[in-house]
């Protein structure tokens, strides 16, 4: 038995949906694969592309503790903000609903969802999650209930920076450089307001990501290497650019809905590991679980 679940961006918001602002986040076209197979005794581990220490406990709630070999695929880097632990939250669940006959709706994802994400992350907001129940776009506003919006599928360009951010620290940083930088929060969630209703302008979006880059560094969460993979994207023909998730290292999200080749070829001539994919990833039925 198999299922699968997306990865996610953030696409306009980080930092500011901490201080009760909305964020925009999409499901991403890679996706973490969990295959269950019949195993005498306990249930146990087989192969994973995920190795984190928290694994076993994720498994022990999600799945029955015995009879089975959990084998784990992922499409997306591990430890970059895209939402892999998420995304195997989710295909955990929607095996664990197959197992007992349960239709998995957004509902019972998001709900069930949370205790498996506070094993890896402690405290989340709940977003990587949620939009990976979603498999579309959504807006999100802490303790709210998430909101689905329409938003056309684009390619993106991601940009590795090689290293991983740690979110807790970056939130901590941004905390402690308040109240001063609290009218670049605000301006970063205004920008999130005026792009909602133009989600499908695709330029005014790359402008807005663009625009979103530029707080989020004001507010100290880029990099160097950061802002570098923002100016290669931006000169090699993305619409925009902005670091997305905590920042800190992580990863550069490069809007190109014309396919981003330049983008990738620039990249990849500079040794940085570069990568296309869809957001939102839509593909209604990638989520059913196969027998
Ligand atoms: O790095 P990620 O993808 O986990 O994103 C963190 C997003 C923040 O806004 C910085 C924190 C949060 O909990 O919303």
């Known amino acids: 038995m198999r299922a699968s679940a997306p990865g996610k961006l953030i696409v306009l918001g980080e930092h500011s949906v901490v201080y009760g602002h909305r964020a925009l986040a999409a499901a991403v076209s890679l996706r973490t694969t969990v295959t269950l197979r019949p ?14 220490d928290r694994l076993d406990a994720a498994l022990a709630l999600a799945l029955p503790s015995r009879g089975y070999r959990v084998d784990i695929a992922t499409d997306l880097p591990i430890g970059r903000g895209m939402g892999s632990s998420a ?40 977003i990587d999650h949620a939009v990976s129940a979603s498999e579309g776009a959504l807006v999100y506003r802490r303790g709210k209930k998430p909101r689905s919006v329409s938003m056309p599928p684009s390619t993106v360009v991601v940009l590795d920076s090689g290293t991983a951010g740690n979110t807790a620290e970056l939130v901590a940083g941004v905390a402690a450089r308040r109240p001063a930088i609290d009218p ?3 301006r970063l969630g205004e920008l999130v307001e005026r792009s909602l209703p133009h989600l ?49 290292g992580g990863v550069v999200l490069a809007l190109c809905p014309g396919g981003g080749q330049d983008t ?28």
């Open 200 to 248: 499908d302008d695709a330029r005014a979006l790359g402008e807005a990501m663009d625009e979103a880059h530029a707080h989020l560094a004001a507010i100290g969460v880029s990099t160097p290497k950061l802002d570098e993979l923002v100016g290669l994207a931006r000169r090699n023909g993305a619409l925009g650019a902005k670091l997305s998730g905590a920042g800190g």
């Open 87 to 126: 995304s195997l939250s989710i295909a955990l669940l929607r095996l664990r609903a197959a197992l007992e006959g349960i239709e998995p709706d957004f509902t019972w994802l998001h709900a069930e969802g949370f205790a498996l994400e506070q094993i890896f992350h402690g405290q989340p907001s709940g």
């Open 264 to 291: 990738l070829r620039a990249a990849r001539a500079r040794g940085i590991h570069a990568f296309r994919c869809t957001i939102p990833c839509g593909g209604q039925d990638a989520h059913a679980t196969e027998p």
């Open 39 to 52: 195993h005498e005794g306990l249930t146990v581990l087989g192969e994973s592309a995920i190795r984190d």
């Open 184 to 186: 670049v929060l605000d």
